[in-house]
C-alpha cells in the first residue's frame, strides 16, 4: 500500500504562513502590553510557533493506519529517561500500546542574530540524540523495545545574514573543508545530513523560509537528505510499518 503524505506540501506552506502570523501577532501584544524593547524574543515566547507542522504529524500518523496512537503534546507528558541526565522535554511524542514509536523535536531560528544560536541548537542536537540512544541501548524504553523514529525540524529564516559565506577561526587545526566559508544555513545543512548518516538521528529537515512568507508560505530545502520531503516520507513510512504490527 502507498504510504499516506497528507499533502505535505500544503501543509506545509499552510505551517510557515502560521508560524510567521503567530510571531508577528506575539511582537504586536508586546508592544500593547507596553514591552516594546522585547525584541525578537517576544515573538518567541509567544506560544508555539512551529503548531501547524503538529498537525501535519498528526495527519501522517492517522493517514498510515496507526488511528490509536497516543500524540503527546502538553508539557506533563512530554518527558523521556535520559542516560546521561534524568529527563528530557520533547516536543512531540508519539505512543502506542505504551510503545514509543516517535520522538520529534520542532525549532526554528530567526535573525538578526546566527551565530550563537546555530552553535547552541548543534550541540542541542547532537546531545540530544547521544543521549536518547544510549538510554534505548540500556533498555529505558523497553528490554526489546523497537528502535523509535528520532526526528529534528528546523525552520531557519531565509534572509541575507543566514545565506552570507562566514569565516571560522582555528589556529590549531584546519576545520573540515566543507566547513569553509559556509553560511548558516549551509552549516545546518552539513549538521542535519551528518546526524542522518551517522544515524544518531532517523530523519532530520532543514526549511528555509523568509519572513514575506507570512502570505505566501514560501519555502526551500537546501539539500535532498535534509529536505522535508525527505523527512514526511520516513515518518509515514516509519508509522505504516508501526501500523502493520498490529493485530
Given at each position: 500500500?502507498?504510504?499516506n503524505l497528507?499533502?505535505?506540501?500544503?501543509?506545509a506552506?499552510d505551517?510557515?504562513?502560521?508560524?510567521?502570523?503567530?510571531?508577528?501577532?506575539?511582537?504586536?501584544k508586546?508592544?500593547?502590553?507596553?514591552?516594546?524593547d522585547?525584541?525578537?524574543?517576544?515573538?518567541?515566547t509567544?506560544?508555539?510557533?512551529?503548531?501547524?507542522?503538529?498537525?501535519?504529524?498528526r495527519d501522517?500518523?492517522?493517514?498510515?493506519?496507526?488511528?490509536?496512537?497516543?500524540i503527546m503534546?502538553q508539557?506533563?507528558v512530554l518527558?523521556?529517561p535520559?542516560?546521561?541526565?534524568?529527563?528530557?522535554?520533547?516536543?512531540?511524542?508519539?505512543?502506542?500500546?505504551?510503545r514509543?514509536?516517535?520522538?520529534?523535536?520542532?525549532?526554528s531560528?530567526?535573525g538578526?542574530?546566527?551565530?550563537?544560536?546555530?552553535?547552541?541548537?548543534?550541540e542541542?542536537?547532537?546531545?540530544?540524540?547521544?543521549?536518547?540512544?544510549?538510554?534505548?541501548?540500556?533498555?529505558?524504553?523497553g528490554?526489546?523495545?523497537?528502535?523509535?523514529?528520532?526526528?529534528w525540524?528546523m525552520?531557519?529564516?531565509?534572509?541575507?545574514?543566514?545565506?552570507?559565506?562566514?569565516?571560522?577561526s582555528?589556529?590549531?587545526?584546519?576545520?573540515?573543508?566543507?566547513?569553509?566559508?559556509?553560511?548558516?544555513?549551509q552549516?545546518y545543512?552539513?549538521?542535519?545530513?551528518?546526524?542522518?548518516?551517522?544515524?544518531?538521528?532517523?530523519?532530520?529537515?532543514v526549511?528555509?523560509?523568509?519572513?514575506?512568507?507570512r502570505?505566501t508560505?514560501?519555502?526551500?530545502?537546501?539539500?535532498?537528505?535534509?529536505?522535508l520531503?525527505?523527512?514526511?516520507?520516513?515518518l509515514?513510512?516509519h508509522?505504516?510499518?508501526?501500523?502493520?504490527?498490529?493485530?
Open positions: 500500500m502507498a504510504l497528507a499533502n505535505y506540501e500544503q501543509q506552506r505551517a510557515i504562513k502560521l508560524f510567521w502570523g503567530n510571531r508577528d501577532a506575539a511582537l504586536e508586546q508592544k500593547l502590553a507596553g514591552r516594546e522585547a525584541g525578537a524574543r517576544g515573538a518567541v509567544g506560544g508555539k510557533n512551529m503548531d501547524g507542522f503538529v498537525t501535519l504529524v501522517l500518523i492517522v493517514g498510515n493506519g496507526l488511528t490509536h496512537a497516543s503534546l508539557r506533563s518527558t523521556l535520559g542516560f546521561f541526565r534524568p529527563t528530557k522535554l520533547w516536543d512531540v511524542l508519539i505512543l502506542n500500546e505504551k514509543l514509536v516517535a520522538a520529534l523535536e520542532f525549532k531560528q530567526v538578526p542574530s546566527f551565530g550563537n544560536n546555530t552553535n547552541n541548537r548543534a542541542e542536537a547532537i546531545g540530544t540524540a547521544a543521549d536518547l540512544w544510549t538510554a534505548y541501548r540500556e533498555g529505558a524504553f528490554k526489546e523495545a523497537a528502535k523509535p523514529f528520532v526526528g525540524l525552520l531557519l529564516e531565509d534572509a541575507p545574514e543566514s545565506r552570507c559565506p562566514i569565516r571560522d582555528s589556529p590549531h587545526f584546519p576545520v573540515f573543508p566543507e566547513f569553509k566559508s559556509a553560511s548558516y544555513a552549516r545543512e552539513i549538521l542535519f545530513r551528518k546526524l542522518v548518516q551517522e544515524q544518531l538521528y532517523t530523519s532530520a529537515g526549511l528555509l523560509s523568509p519572513k514575506t512568507a502570505e508560505g514560501d519555502y526551500s530545502c537546501p539539500g535532498e537528505l535534509t529536505s520531503k525527505t523527512f514526511v516520507t520516513q509515514a513510512a508509522i505504516a510499518g508501526e501500523a502493520a504490527r498490529q493485530p
